[in-house]
């Protein structure tokens, strides 16, 4: 049974394993805990009050958290926010708060799960989160000068010592991370300083690669490697650096930089694989000249009819060395043990696989968006919570590029090189792999199933904010 208050604004709901032995339940039950009524009607009012009471008693005596709803606290023109309190709401600093409407406002994929991560690990990979979006909106932005852009990107992480450091004359949809950086600065000066030393040092690395490359197009595959790693291979290392510190994962998580970088380049290449037209409509270009000057004049002749072919070689080459990461990928999830980390880790990762699954010799990259179906998201997100799950789906993603390549030749020839690989690689050890000792396959399940609800109840009140996505 799953207990949920279902409301007419999208809900990220944090699931925790609740012991209703104490009702009349004859079993342990698996609750998704909000304490946001609906009002909306009994039809959408689906929850249990028994298996909600006793929730409540277990949080209250653990002194773990419900989801609350802001919408009584801030005055927002639109009350559709929420965050996951780490006690109570009115322990919560107003800082705090703010930072997790920001989180909400700027990530339409890693709210829900960053606030389903466990401990003090939540907070600070929403404050991390929070200072590269803040970043990543002053590379974006093109109405700042670039003799303004170039400095601020170089010094951005000596602002998160600054009190009273913010920029007010962004044009980016997600300036408000500037406009109230005080805000996030502070929170990120009373975390722990093992996470403020790992969430500086990011963001100095990351800001320096991205005034690098300010202006500067992708040549060489070397220099498309370097400019994912700025962007987000530098991502991936944080991450597992803050998964070591918060000890929720072994030290050998953050030490091991090939391997996180790894995780990050293959998100990226993805994300830049996938988004060909909206970059070239944008006036941005990422694809790397080295690749594409094999078939084209210009990256833009791809969009062009008569250029299909050539289009959808340089698509598979570009898609082939993206799958080269995945072995990494398969290595670095092996070592996770904290289910909450390892969800937070393996649902982008599948989600990319089968991403490029979607785009492999496909002419609709290069006409309008490649998206997977949501039925098929929505699999994903439930299914991929122990590694032998993942390893399946790997498996099937890898076995579909492989059947669609085509015809003879070196570029096929190297992709399916890679495809037996990773079909190698992700082959079942033979049983399902728990997490260790830690919570039941089923608390994943509800923890992404609450996820999905999120953004399918995002679409269906057709919210107009933006939301970040891709890179």
Request: aromatic share 8%.
């Amino acid at each position: 049974m799953y207990c949920a208050a279902r409301s007419a604004w999208p809900l990220a709901v944090r699931a925790m394993q609740c012991d209703s032995r104490c009702s009349a339940l004859p079993q342990p039950r698996i609750l998704l805990c909000t304490i946001c009524p609906c009002h909306q009607g009994t039809r959408s009012r689906q929850y249990c009050s028994p298996c909600l009471s006793c929730c409540a008693q277990r949080a209250a005596a653990t002194g773990q958290a419900l989801l609350v709803a802001l919408t009584d606290v801030e005055k927002m023109a639109t009350p559709r926010k929420l965050f996951f309190a780490t006690a109570t709401l009115d322990s919560m600093s107003e800082t705090l708060r703010k930072c997790y409407i920001y989180l909400n406002q700027t990530s339409r994929s890693f709210a829900a799960v960053i606030q389903a991560l466990d401990g003090d690990l939540r907070q600070a990979v929403c404050i991390f989160y929070l200072v590269l979006r803040a970043l990543d909106t002053v590379e974006d932005d093109m109405s700042i000068p670039l003799e303004v852009k170039i400095p601020m990107l170089q010094n951005f992480h000596t602002y998160l010592y600054q009190p009273e450091w913010r920029y007010s004359q962004s044009q980016e949809k997600d300036r408000q991370v500037l406009e109230d950086f005080p805000s996030i600065s502070l929170e990120f000066r009373l975390l722990a300083k093992v996470y403020q030393d790992v969430i500086a040092n990011i963001c100095h690395k990351m800001g320096t690669g991205m005034a690098e490359f300010l202006g500067k197009k992708v040549g060489s595959i070397k220099e498309w490697d370097m400019y994912c790693h700025y962007v987000a291979g530098l991502v991936g290392i944080g991450l597992s650096r803050l998964f070591s510190a918060s000890e929720l994962e072994d030290p050998v998580v953050g030490k091991d930089t090939e391997l996180a970088n790894s995780m990050g380049l293959f998100l990226q290449k993805t994300n830049i694989i996938r988004d060909y037209l909206e970059d070239q409509q944008e006036g941005r270009e990422f694809w790397p000249q080295e690749v594409w000057s094999k078939y084209a004049e210009k990256l833009s002749d791809f969009t062009k009819p008569p250029n299909i072919q050539a289009a959808l070689q340089c698509l598979n080459e570009l898609i082939t060395n993206a799958l080269q990461h995945v072995p990494d990928v398969i290595k670095y999830l092996s070592r996770l043990h904290n289910q909450s980390v390892f969800n937070f880790c393996a649902i982008p990762q599948v989600m990319a696989i089968a991403t490029l699954a979607a785009c492999y010799n496909n002419p609709q990259v290069f006409r309008g968006v490649v998206k997977i179906r949501k039925g098929q998201a929505v699999t994903l997100m439930l299914e991929a919570t122990n590694m032998e799950a993942v390893k399946g789906m790997i498996r099937q993603y890898t076995q579909m590029i492989g059947q669609k390549v085509p015809g003879a030749g070196s570029p096929g020839a190297r992709t399916q090189q890679i495809v037996v690989k990773v079909e190698s690689l992700s082959q079942s050890d033979g049983e399902l792999m728990s997490r260790g000792h830690l919570s039941p396959i089923y608390l994943s399940l509800a923890v992404f199933l609450a996820a999905v609800s999120w953004q399918y109840w995002q679409t269906l009140t057709h919210t107009s904010e933006e939301y970040v996505h891709g890179h």
